[in-house]
């Protein structure tokens, strides 16, 4: 039976056994991290958690996701001059009739309610940085859908 997997960033705590997984993901968390300490720390968390490689071909490896800051042609319209620590809306929307913070939403109504996010937006380049401070090694890069991602693995991967 495999063992539970689980990184508590606000922590900083890995809740696994070192060196035992194949293969981790990390999509849409490192960026939510507001210093660089802190998101190298948990590249550095995750890498851990990989098998070290002895055999390139069977050494752990992570798929790590981070928001990009070039989204010039995106919804978001961020690019290389703008800010890269931001506050994001996220807006939920309650359905009609449906109870919320203890109050009935009459019949007809909808009701919504804004929280923001804190998102570090990663310049072009700065993953593999982040990576490398961590200790790891990229394998592989690139950019796809306003995102920056990599496929790392520990040092002695390469």
């Avoid at 070290?52 to 069977?58: F, N, S």
Wanted: proline residues 4%; aromatic residues 10%; contains cysteine.
């Amino acid at each position: 039976m495999d063992q539970g997997f689980g990184l508590d960033y606000e922590e900083q705590h890995v809740h696994s056994v070192p060196s035992y997984y194949d293969f981790a993901i990390s999509i849409a968390v490192v960026h939510h991290l507001s210093t660089e300490e802190r998101r190298i720390q948990a590249i550095k968390a995750t890498l851990e958690c990989l098998k070290p490689a002895g055999d390139p071909a069977k050494c752990g490896r992570a798929l790590l996701y981070v928001w990009a800051l070039e989204q010039k042609s995106s919804r978001r319209g961020w690019d290389q001059n703008d800010e890269q620590d931001v506050m994001v809306p996220w807006v939920t929307k309650n359905a009609r009739g449906k109870t919320r913070d203890d109050a009935a939403v009459p019949d007809g109504a909808e009701t919504q309610t804004t929280y923001y996010r804190y998102y570090h937006l990663y310049r072009e380049g700065e993953l593999e940085r982040d990576v490398s401070k961590a200790g790891g090694v990229v394998l592989e890069a690139g950019y796809e859908k306003d995102n920056w991602w990599a496929i790392v693995a520990r040092p002695d991967a390469k």
